[in-house]
């Protein structure tokens, strides 16, 4: 695929990185500083900005990607004969090559869910597992928030899973790639959307808004991140540079870098389905709840948009694609892409 003079809307991680993420780096690469953020006074005013987010019981731990924040997490509170029940769509179960698998020795199991979500009564069935020394033993829900269907749990119905979790013996894990995107369109803080619902662990991104690399796992109970250091090691994920990734969170965190990213990639997702939907021959195909846009497209136009504006193919099936917006999305390019759109309807 050849890159085009316009941004596109094939991914959010296909855009670049926040100006004030690239300073933050710059200003941290002077002098020396300790190696693996082992007593580096940065590390702990970062760990200090989760902790006024999520709680005074968060305990956060760097790692490289979104793949690692994910498999890491769960293989922190899963044994190898245990499984995760979790969406089929889920990043987890589809985007992760089985390495959720392959490094937990666990199981996944998965539930149809059509708009993205899992429910409490889809979980149930799998508890007849428990004390069946032949089946795997359910012990974990990971939720993704915003889920791959571009949809948002709301505060209740993280809380109604996080109760059904925990009277059942078992964890909730949410996968955090979106989640400034979520607490924007639902206007919850971080702490709202996540502690307060009873989430047990997070996975937190913001290369999908504004940072370089880095991702982070966030444990939001006492006892819980025990020993995960030496997990993150054998994980191949502990970074000697750790500053770089540390002080990306600090400028993301700071001065809310991450809201104002997140408002405008949502706002340019609203922008972009209001104009596909006046457009004839062209429908949304799910609401817009973040900074997705699903929407159904005559299959003859697609590869002439993809020549100007890169996009995925949702399901082919139905001719169904997926805009994403991103943090540096701007009215000029939705206003392109739907005047391009608009001149190839037959």
């Known amino acids: 695929m050849k890159p085009t003079n316009n941004k596109g809307f094939a991914s959010d991680n296909w855009s670049g990185v926040s100006p004030e993420v690239m300073r933050a780096l710059a200003a941290v690469n002077v002098a020396h500083h300790p190696a693996y953020g082992e007593n580096d006074p940065l590390m702990e005013e970062v760990q200090e900005l989760f902790r006024e987010h999520f709680g005074p019981d968060a305990t956060t731990y760097f790692v490289y990607n979104g793949t690692a924040a994910n498999v890491l997490s769960v293989q922190q509170l899963l044994k190898s004969w245990q499984a995760v029940v979790t969406p089929h769509s889920a990043h987890l179960n589809e985007d992760e090559a089985g390495a959720p698998e392959k490094f937990t020795g666990g199981k996944l199991l998965t539930v149809h869910c059509p708009d993205g979500k899992i429910r409490p009564e889809q979980v149930e069935p799998f ?94 109970k006492p006892g819980l991140a025990d020993g995960f250091e030496y997990s993150r090691k054998q994980g191949m994920q502990l970074a000697s540079k750790m500053r770089f990734i540390a002080a990306q969170f600090r400028a993301y965190l700071q001065e809310d870098l991450w809201k104002r990213n997140a408002s405008n990639a949502n706002a340019m997702a609203r922008l972009l389905g209001s104009k596909l939907g006046t457009i004839p021959g062209i429908r949304l195909s799910r609401p817009v709840e973040a900074n997705g846009v699903f929407a159904i497209i005559p299959p003859e136009i697609i590869p002439l948009l993809r020549q100007q504006y890169f996009f995925h193919v949702w399901n082919e099936n139905i001719s169904e694609v997926r805009l994403m917006c991103s943090f540096d999305t701007t009215i000029e390019d939705v206003e392109g892409f739907v005047a391009l759109a608009n001149s190839l309807i037959p």
Do not use: W
Request: aromatic residues 8%.
């Open 127 to 220: 508890l007849n597992s428990i004390g069946f020394q032949h089946h795997v033993q359910p012990r974990l829900i990971s939720i993704s928030q915003v889920t791959e269907l571009g949809t948002i749990y709301s505060a209740d119905e993280i809380k109604a899973l996080a109760d059904f979790a925990h009277a059942n013996n078992m964890y909730l894990h949410m996968d955090g790639a979106r989640i400034a995107n979520a607490a924007v369109a639902a206007c919850l803080s971080f702490r709202q959307m996540v502690t307060d619902t009873g989430v047990d662990v997070l996975s937190f991104g913001g290369t999908k808004n504004g940072l370089m690399f880095g991702e982070a796992v966030v444990f939001l």
